[in-house]
Nanobody
């Protein structure tokens, strides 16, 4: 059974940093594209970043230059380094395994105070 477990969320002040982790178990990690999404209160879930199995990355315009996605295939883990955080980054952050089939983690809360 595939599981994605996120960690690393928390409360941080504007301009601060956090690093999210997503550990995958239950299937081969290295072959799939992995991504991060987020959902703010009252808003739809939005894509944040993705990384392919070969390490190619893409970012939403809203986080480009501030966030960095990376992966460690040996540890079955994908990371999201978030710098220069803003209050509008406040959301529940979800890890996604594109698959197919696609899997989601349970989410981790990130709150940026002004």
């Amino acid at each position: 059974q595939v599981q994605l477990v996120e960690s690393g969320g928390g409360l941080v002040q504007t301009g601060g940093s956090l690093r999210l982790s997503c550990a995958k178990s239950g299937s081969i990690f290295s072959i799939n594209t992995m991504g991060w999404y987020r959902q703010a209160p009252g808003k739809q879930r939005e894509w944040v970043a993705r990384i392919t199995r070969t390490g190619n990355t893409n970012y939403a315009d809203s986080v480009k230059g501030r966030f960095t996605i990376s992966r460690d295939n040996a540890k079955n883990t994908v990371y999201l380094q978030m710098n220069s955080l803003k209050p509008e980054d406040t959301a529940v952050y979800y890890c996604n395994d594109l698959g197919p089939p696609s899997y989601w983690g349970q989410g981790t809360q990130v709150t940026v105070s002004s």
